[in-house]
Protein backbone atom coordinates (compact mmCIF):
# COMPACT_ATOMS: atom_id res chain seq x y z
CA UNK A 1 0.00 0.00 0.00
CA UNK A 2 0.85 3.30 -0.62
CA UNK A 3 1.08 6.24 1.84
CA UNK A 4 -0.68 9.58 1.66
CA UNK A 5 -1.08 12.58 3.43
CA UNK A 6 -4.53 14.65 4.28
CA UNK A 7 -5.27 17.82 5.75
CA UNK A 8 -8.37 19.13 7.00
CA UNK A 9 -8.61 22.79 7.69
CA UNK A 10 -11.09 23.54 10.07
CA UNK A 11 -11.94 26.96 11.76
CA UNK A 12 -9.44 26.82 14.11
CA UNK A 13 -7.39 23.99 13.28
CA UNK A 14 -5.45 22.27 11.01
CA UNK A 15 -5.96 18.33 11.61
CA UNK A 16 -4.03 15.52 9.42
CA UNK A 17 -3.16 12.40 9.35
CA UNK A 18 -1.13 9.73 7.46
CA UNK A 19 -3.02 7.16 5.66
CA UNK A 20 -2.05 3.84 3.91
CA UNK A 21 -4.07 3.10 1.05
CA UNK A 22 -4.61 0.97 -1.71
CA UNK A 23 -7.37 3.29 -3.34
CA UNK A 24 -10.03 0.32 -2.78
CA UNK A 25 -9.13 1.29 1.08
CA UNK A 26 -7.92 3.18 4.10
CA UNK A 27 -6.20 3.32 7.75
CA UNK A 28 -5.00 6.36 9.38
CA UNK A 29 -1.67 5.15 10.78
CA UNK A 30 -0.82 8.57 12.60
CA UNK A 31 -2.74 11.85 12.95
CA UNK A 32 -2.32 15.19 14.45
CA UNK A 33 -3.20 18.49 15.02
CA UNK A 34 -1.81 22.12 14.67
CA UNK A 35 -3.34 26.15 14.80
CA UNK A 36 -4.42 27.36 12.01
CA UNK A 37 -3.30 30.04 10.60
CA UNK A 38 -5.01 33.87 9.71
CA UNK A 39 -3.23 34.62 5.83
CA UNK A 40 -2.90 32.58 3.07
CA UNK A 41 1.02 32.55 3.20
CA UNK A 42 0.78 31.27 6.28
CA UNK A 43 -1.45 28.71 5.50
CA UNK A 44 0.67 27.62 2.49
CA UNK A 45 3.94 27.28 4.63
CA UNK A 46 1.91 25.14 7.09
CA UNK A 47 1.02 22.60 5.18
CA UNK A 48 4.44 22.64 3.18
CA UNK A 49 5.58 21.83 6.69
CA UNK A 50 3.13 19.44 7.31
CA UNK A 51 4.47 17.64 3.90
CA UNK A 52 7.88 17.99 4.88
CA UNK A 53 7.71 16.10 7.80
CA UNK A 54 6.25 13.22 6.19
CA UNK A 55 7.90 12.86 3.01
CA UNK A 56 10.43 10.32 5.00
CA UNK A 57 6.90 8.19 5.02
CA UNK A 58 7.46 8.64 0.99
CA UNK A 59 4.40 9.87 0.63
CA UNK A 60 2.14 9.76 -2.78
CA UNK A 61 0.20 12.45 -2.99
CA UNK A 62 -1.80 15.32 -0.54
CA UNK A 63 -5.51 15.67 -0.08
CA UNK A 64 -6.89 18.79 1.22
CA UNK A 65 -10.22 19.48 2.75
CA UNK A 66 -11.27 22.56 2.83
CA UNK A 67 -14.29 25.29 3.48
CA UNK A 68 -15.74 27.49 1.14
CA UNK A 69 -17.40 26.84 -2.40
CA UNK A 70 -14.49 24.91 -3.91
CA UNK A 71 -14.09 23.78 -7.98
CA UNK A 72 -11.76 20.62 -7.05
CA UNK A 73 -11.54 20.02 -10.73
CA UNK A 74 -10.17 23.29 -11.33
CA UNK A 75 -8.41 23.46 -7.66
CA UNK A 76 -10.16 26.92 -7.26
CA UNK A 77 -12.04 28.54 -4.17
CA UNK A 78 -14.77 30.97 -5.32
CA UNK A 79 -14.86 31.63 -1.32
CA UNK A 80 -13.11 30.06 1.46
CA UNK A 81 -16.12 30.58 3.98
CA UNK A 82 -14.54 31.16 7.47
CA UNK A 83 -11.15 31.31 6.00
CA UNK A 84 -11.91 35.08 4.91
CA UNK A 85 -8.54 34.95 3.17
CA UNK A 86 -9.56 32.51 0.62
CA UNK A 87 -11.93 34.14 -2.11
CA UNK A 88 -11.25 34.28 -5.89
CA UNK A 89 -8.12 32.11 -5.13
CA UNK A 90 -6.13 29.61 -7.24
CA UNK A 91 -5.76 27.53 -3.88
CA UNK A 92 -4.31 24.45 -5.59
CA UNK A 93 -1.94 26.15 -6.89
CA UNK A 94 -0.98 28.53 -4.20
CA UNK A 95 -0.49 25.47 -2.32
CA UNK A 96 1.20 23.52 -5.21
CA UNK A 97 4.46 26.28 -5.47
CA UNK A 98 5.82 24.94 -2.29
CA UNK A 99 4.58 21.32 -2.44
CA UNK A 100 6.18 18.89 -5.26
CA UNK A 101 4.12 16.05 -4.62
CA UNK A 102 0.31 15.81 -6.69
CA UNK A 103 -2.15 17.35 -4.62
CA UNK A 104 -6.18 18.69 -4.55
CA UNK A 105 -8.69 20.39 -2.88
CA UNK A 106 -11.66 19.62 -2.16
CA UNK A 107 -15.08 21.19 0.02
CA UNK A 108 -14.98 20.07 3.84
CA UNK A 109 -19.12 18.60 3.65
CA UNK A 110 -18.18 17.35 0.63
CA UNK A 111 -15.06 15.33 1.99
CA UNK A 112 -17.08 14.18 4.76
CA UNK A 113 -19.75 13.09 2.49
CA UNK A 114 -17.53 10.90 0.55
CA UNK A 115 -15.27 9.58 3.38
CA UNK A 116 -18.92 7.66 4.30
CA UNK A 117 -19.83 6.93 1.12
CA UNK A 118 -16.18 5.22 0.93
CA UNK A 119 -15.83 3.61 4.23
CA UNK A 120 -18.57 4.45 6.45
CA UNK A 121 -22.30 4.65 6.40
CA UNK A 122 -23.03 5.63 3.37
CA UNK A 123 -21.39 2.40 2.15
CA UNK A 124 -23.21 0.62 -0.73
CA UNK A 125 -25.93 3.48 -0.05
CA UNK A 126 -27.71 5.17 -3.02
CA UNK A 127 -29.25 8.17 -0.97
CA UNK A 128 -27.86 9.70 1.77
CA UNK A 129 -26.94 12.74 3.58
CA UNK A 130 -24.28 13.82 5.65
CA UNK A 131 -24.92 16.63 8.56
CA UNK A 132 -22.06 18.23 10.04
CA UNK A 133 -22.39 20.05 13.03
CA UNK A 134 -19.71 22.19 13.43
CA UNK A 135 -19.23 26.44 13.76
CA UNK A 136 -21.87 26.24 10.88
CA UNK A 137 -23.72 23.43 9.61
CA UNK A 138 -21.95 21.49 6.72
CA UNK A 139 -22.77 18.53 5.16
CA UNK A 140 -23.03 16.47 1.71
CA UNK A 141 -25.77 15.20 -0.45
CA UNK A 142 -24.83 11.39 -2.41
CA UNK A 143 -27.91 11.06 -5.10
CA UNK A 144 -27.67 7.51 -6.89
CA UNK A 145 -24.64 6.02 -5.13
CA UNK A 146 -22.74 9.25 -6.13
CA UNK A 147 -21.55 12.91 -4.52
CA UNK A 148 -23.85 15.58 -5.61
CA UNK A 149 -21.94 19.00 -6.51
CA UNK A 150 -24.91 20.80 -7.75
CA UNK A 151 -25.11 23.25 -10.63
CA UNK A 152 -22.95 25.90 -9.10
CA UNK A 153 -21.04 23.44 -6.90
CA UNK A 154 -22.77 24.42 -3.64
CA UNK A 155 -24.86 21.19 -2.91
CA UNK A 156 -25.22 20.73 0.99
CA UNK A 157 -24.63 24.35 1.92
CA UNK A 158 -26.49 23.18 5.15
CA UNK A 159 -25.80 26.62 6.86
CA UNK A 160 -27.58 29.02 4.67
CA UNK A 161 -31.11 27.34 4.86
CA UNK A 162 -33.50 29.88 6.02
CA UNK A 163 -35.61 28.52 9.44
CA UNK A 164 -38.12 31.67 9.41
CA UNK A 165 -38.89 34.71 7.83
CA UNK A 166 -39.20 36.77 11.06
CA UNK A 167 -36.94 38.67 12.53
CA UNK A 168 -33.39 39.22 11.10
CA UNK A 169 -32.07 37.66 8.38
CA UNK A 170 -29.25 37.16 10.12
CA UNK A 171 -30.36 34.69 13.05
CA UNK A 172 -32.74 32.76 10.74
CA UNK A 173 -30.16 30.56 9.06
CA UNK A 174 -29.84 26.74 9.85
CA UNK A 175 -26.32 27.49 10.89
CA UNK A 176 -27.46 30.61 13.40
CA UNK A 177 -29.83 28.22 15.29
CA UNK A 178 -28.00 24.60 15.11
CA UNK A 179 -24.01 25.60 14.79
CA UNK A 180 -22.71 24.46 17.99
CA UNK A 181 -21.28 27.25 19.48
CA UNK A 182 -24.56 28.81 19.45
CA UNK A 183 -26.09 25.51 21.97
CA UNK A 184 -23.43 25.90 24.45
CA UNK A 185 -24.51 29.32 24.20
CA UNK A 186 -27.68 29.14 24.97
CA UNK A 187 -26.62 27.14 27.35
CA UNK A 188 -24.40 29.73 29.18
CA UNK A 189 -26.85 32.55 29.02
CA UNK A 190 -29.78 30.30 30.69
CA UNK A 191 -27.88 28.83 33.24
CA UNK A 192 -25.49 31.99 33.83
CA UNK A 193 -22.43 29.80 34.12
CA UNK A 194 -19.82 31.59 30.83
CA UNK A 195 -16.82 29.01 31.92
CA UNK A 196 -18.84 26.03 30.82
CA UNK A 197 -17.22 24.18 27.95
CA UNK A 198 -18.59 22.15 25.27
CA UNK A 199 -17.41 18.57 27.03
CA UNK A 200 -18.41 19.93 30.41
CA UNK A 201 -21.89 20.80 28.49
CA UNK A 202 -22.45 17.16 27.23
CA UNK A 203 -21.18 15.80 31.08
CA UNK A 204 -23.92 17.64 32.52
CA UNK A 205 -26.33 16.39 29.65
CA UNK A 206 -25.43 13.13 30.45
CA UNK A 207 -25.35 13.25 33.80
CA UNK A 208 -29.29 14.26 33.54
CA UNK A 209 -29.30 18.07 34.73
CA UNK A 210 -32.60 19.33 33.50
CA UNK A 211 -31.52 22.55 32.44
CA UNK A 212 -28.52 21.59 29.95
CA UNK A 213 -31.16 18.65 28.78
CA UNK A 214 -34.02 21.31 28.07
CA UNK A 215 -31.11 23.54 26.07
CA UNK A 216 -30.25 20.55 24.23
CA UNK A 217 -33.41 19.00 23.40
CA UNK A 218 -34.90 22.43 21.68
CA UNK A 219 -31.72 22.00 19.80
CA UNK A 220 -31.92 18.95 18.74
CA UNK A 221 -36.10 19.93 18.05
CA UNK A 222 -34.89 22.53 15.60
CA UNK A 223 -32.23 20.35 13.96
CA UNK A 224 -35.37 18.16 13.60
CA UNK A 225 -37.29 20.38 11.24
CA UNK A 226 -34.65 20.80 9.14
CA UNK A 227 -33.77 16.99 8.89
CA UNK A 228 -37.91 16.88 8.25
CA UNK A 229 -37.63 19.11 5.35
CA UNK A 230 -34.48 17.33 3.50
CA UNK A 231 -36.64 14.21 4.02
CA UNK A 232 -39.66 15.25 1.89
CA UNK A 233 -37.07 17.11 -0.61
CA UNK A 234 -34.32 14.57 -1.00
CA UNK A 235 -35.89 11.32 -0.11
CA UNK A 236 -32.78 9.99 1.32
CA UNK A 237 -32.38 6.55 3.10
CA UNK A 238 -30.38 7.63 6.03
CA UNK A 239 -29.29 11.07 7.37
CA UNK A 240 -25.58 10.73 9.26
CA UNK A 241 -24.55 12.80 11.65
CA UNK A 242 -20.97 13.98 12.06
CA UNK A 243 -18.89 16.84 13.78
CA UNK A 244 -17.29 16.79 16.66
CA UNK A 245 -20.16 16.38 19.24
CA UNK A 246 -20.97 13.37 17.50
CA UNK A 247 -18.46 11.74 19.29
CA UNK A 248 -21.05 11.47 22.05
CA UNK A 249 -24.11 8.99 21.65
CA UNK A 250 -26.32 10.87 23.28
CA UNK A 251 -26.29 13.36 20.38
CA UNK A 252 -27.00 11.16 17.70
CA UNK A 253 -29.95 9.24 19.80
CA UNK A 254 -31.07 12.66 20.79
CA UNK A 255 -31.68 13.66 17.70
CA UNK A 256 -32.91 10.89 16.66
CA UNK A 257 -36.09 10.69 19.48
CA UNK A 258 -36.58 14.69 18.35
CA UNK A 259 -36.94 13.29 14.80
CA UNK A 260 -39.55 10.41 15.49
CA UNK A 261 -41.31 13.24 18.47
CA UNK A 262 -41.99 15.51 15.76
CA UNK A 263 -42.90 13.76 12.80
CA UNK A 264 -45.55 11.87 14.44
CA UNK A 265 -46.85 15.24 16.20
CA UNK A 266 -46.90 16.48 12.33
CA UNK A 267 -48.72 13.24 11.36
CA UNK A 268 -51.13 13.42 14.34
CA UNK A 269 -52.23 17.14 13.15
CA UNK A 270 -51.69 17.71 9.42
CA UNK A 271 -53.55 15.00 7.33
CA UNK A 272 -50.33 14.41 5.31
CA UNK A 273 -47.75 11.34 5.09
CA UNK A 274 -44.10 11.11 4.61
CA UNK A 275 -41.31 8.75 5.73
CA UNK A 276 -39.76 8.55 9.32
CA UNK A 277 -36.03 9.45 8.88
CA UNK A 278 -33.10 6.96 9.81
CA UNK A 279 -30.80 9.19 11.56
CA UNK A 280 -27.39 7.40 12.73
CA UNK A 281 -24.02 8.31 14.07
CA UNK A 282 -20.81 8.99 11.49
CA UNK A 283 -18.80 5.83 11.32
CA UNK A 284 -15.89 7.57 10.73
CA UNK A 285 -16.39 10.07 13.38
CA UNK A 286 -14.03 13.29 12.87
CA UNK A 287 -12.01 10.96 10.51
CA UNK A 288 -14.61 11.17 7.59
CA UNK A 289 -13.01 14.23 6.15
CA UNK A 290 -9.60 12.81 6.08
CA UNK A 291 -10.80 9.81 4.09
CA UNK A 292 -12.63 11.97 2.08
CA UNK A 293 -10.22 13.95 0.95
CA UNK A 294 -7.87 11.37 -0.26
CA UNK A 295 -11.27 9.60 -2.01
CA UNK A 296 -11.42 12.91 -3.68
CA UNK A 297 -7.68 12.80 -4.62
CA UNK A 298 -8.01 9.51 -6.26
CA UNK A 299 -10.57 10.34 -8.70
CA UNK A 300 -9.22 13.39 -9.09
CA UNK A 301 -6.18 11.76 -10.32
CA UNK A 302 -8.21 9.35 -12.72
CA UNK A 303 -10.24 12.40 -13.78
CA UNK A 304 -6.24 14.25 -15.34
CA UNK A 305 -4.82 11.00 -15.96
Not at 101 to 107: A, D, G, K, R, S
Not at 143 to 156: F, P, Q, T, Y
Amino acid sequence: MNRYLSVDIGGSAIKYGLIQSDGATGKIETEGKVPLPDSLEGLSETIKNLVEESLDKDIRGVAVSMPGWIDSVKGTAVHGGSLKYVVNCSIQKVLQEKISIPLTVENDGKCAALGELWLGELSGVLEGIVIVLGTGIGGGIISNGKLSRGAHLCAGEFSHIRTSNEGDLASNSFAAQNGVGVLLKNYQKASGDSSLDGMMFFDRVEGGEPLANEVFRDYCRKLAFQILNLQNIMDPEKFVIGGGISSRQVVTDTIAESVKDLRAEILGKVNVYFPEPVVVKAKLGNHANLYGALKRFFELKEIHS
